[in-house]
């Protein structure tokens, strides 16, 4: 990251596009992540604005219709946080594949560089859809070439003690995490952003 320090003069926007885990479900707005995330990267100098992009309930269907209008001139990077909702519900990992893909295509585009954050499939579905949904973002993130994050929400559930983890971490409804657990995840995510805000920041 040493040669990442020039870039971070520019100003660059970033877009969050995603579901309630964007969004900020159940948190006031400054304990969100988008909100969160920004002063994340302020703290290290970075002069970047973040679009909450993110949608309550929304699958990846629903990203890619919103793709086009939220990929505005003004966007110069995108963080695509999209599936969750997708495996709750037991949709084909296929659909939400491609579905995914019209994303990356749309950023490609218009030459708006893109983190995937990935999502894992709990195992409810069984090993072969888990299998399939989880093996999507590693294999998009190296086909379209985008800064790629393992697990969006990996900073709480990989804790040695899961257990304890998710009852300090998430809210009662055990799916959305509570600020404390938002500023995990941004602080697991942030280098990441720093990367792809290098990639996205105009070369002096």
């Known amino acids: 990251m040493l040669n990442a320090a020039p870039a971070l003069a520019d100003e660059v926007t970033i877009a969050a596009l995603g579901d309630s885990l964007t969004q900020g479900y159940g948190l006031a707005p400054e ?9 994340w990267l302020d703290a290290r100098g970075a002069d970047v604005t973040v ?4 949608v309550s309930g929304d699958t990846t269907a629903g990203g890619l219709a919103r793709a086009a209008w939220t990929l505005t001139p003004d966007v110069d990077a995108l963080i695509v946080a999209l599936g969750g909702n997708d495996m709750l519900r037991g949709i084909d990992p296929a659909a939400a594949r491609a579905n995914l893909v019209g994303i ?9 560089p ?3 954050a990935g999502m894992r499939a709990p195992g409810n579905f069984g090993p072969d859809y888990k299998a399939a949904f989880d093996g999507i973002y590693p294999d998009l993130a190296a086909e379209y070439d985008t800064v790629f994050y393992q697990s969006f929400l990996g900073p709480i559930t990989d804790q040695p003690d899961r257990a304890a983890a998710l ?4 809210q009662a ?8 657990g938002v500023a995990l995840v941004v602080e697991g995510i942030g280098p990441s952003v720093l990367e792809l805000i290098e990639r996205a920041a105009p070369e002096s």
């Not at 679009?51 to 993110?54: D, L, P």
């Open 31 to 39: 304990a969100g992540f988008t909100r969160q995330l920004e002063a």
């Open 51 to 54: 679009i909450n992009a993110g």
């Open 104 to 112: 990356l295509q749309a950023a490609a585009g218009q030459d708006v």
């Open 114 to 116: 893109v983190l995937l």
């Open 167 to 170: 009852s300090a971490y998430m």
């Open 173 to 180: 409804d055990g799916i959305h995490p509570n600020a404390g």
